[in-house]
């Protein structure tokens, strides 16, 4: 199956700093790609939809100043979580819609630890 | 939006025993998917299963589009089956977005 990587794995940061999370689809073009965010034993929270060469759509009641994401190229989006607090701790996953087979993918997700 | 509904929340099972998960949906889906997520929280794909029948292993699962629901079948369950059963719909067939269900929560013991 496809394969999207995610980069970091885990970050640990003071509040008040941004952090960067990239995501990059490894064997397919992604026109598409999701950031989900996921709290212990809850599900996926979509936070945003971004498509290649254009704005993202937010979800309601996610910031988008706060969380900007970037879809640069078809194999690469980046989430950053600018002046982080600890409240932003949380597991952050994004995926990759290969469209040829109408299936999303997901990376192994990022786990953010704001101190 | 679309709500998806799974059920049971919580399933415990002795290695070798068999199990099926649910999934409804409040409103028709064209896109269907199954995923487990393991312990490190990485999402692996299992199904994209939009009406049918299909079989991977000990696992299957079945799509009946025109009654919004569709079923994961695990025979013979393994430890390594551990973990959370998501499914997640898509209205239509661009850009939609995934709804995904609140997960089944699975644990085999051995």
């Known amino acids: 199956g496809a394969v999207v990587s995610q980069h970091p794995s885990r970050v640990i940061c003071k509040s008040g700093t941004s952090v960067k999370i990239e995501c990059r689809s490894l064997?397919?073009?992604?026109?598409?790609m999701f950031w989900y965010r996921q709290f212990p034993k809850q599900s996926l929270m979509l936070m945003a939809t971004?498509?290649?060469?254009?704005?993202?759509?937010?979800e309601q009641g996610v910031e988008k100043d706060k969380f900007l994401i970037n879809h640069a190229s078809l194999t690469l989006s980046t989430l950053t979580v600018t002046s982080a607090h600890p409240e932003d701790s949380s597991f952050y996953i994004c995926?990759?819609?290969?469209?040829?087979?109408?299936?999303?993918?997901f990376g192994p997700g990022t786990r953010l630890l704001v101190l | 939006g679309i709500q998806v509904e799974q059920s049971p929340p919580d399933l415990i099972l002795q290695e070798g025993a068999n199990s099926t998960l649910r999934c409804n949906f409040s409103?028709?889906?064209?896109?269907l998917q199954w995923f487990h997520q393991n312990p490190w929280g990485q999402l692996i794909n299992l199904f994209y299963?939009?009406?049918g029948t299909k079989q991977n292993g000990r696992l299957s699962a079945t799509t009946v589009a025109t009654e919004r629901y569709s079923l994961l079948y695990i025979s013979s369950s393994q430890t390594t089956d551990s973990g959370v059963y998501f499914c997640?719909?898509?209205?239509?067939?661009?850009?939609?977005?995934?709804?995904f269900g609140r997960g089944t929560q699975l644990t085999v013991w051995p």
């Open positions: 409103d028709s889906v064209n896109n």
């Open positions: 064997d397919f073009q992604a026109t598409t």
């Open positions: 997640a719909g898509r209205r239509d067939s661009t850009l939609g977005r995934l709804y």
């Open positions: 299963i939009p009406s």
């Open positions: 971004s498509n290649e060469g254009s704005k993202a759509t937010y």
């Open positions: 995926s990759a819609r290969d469209y040829r087979v109408e299936t999303q993918y």
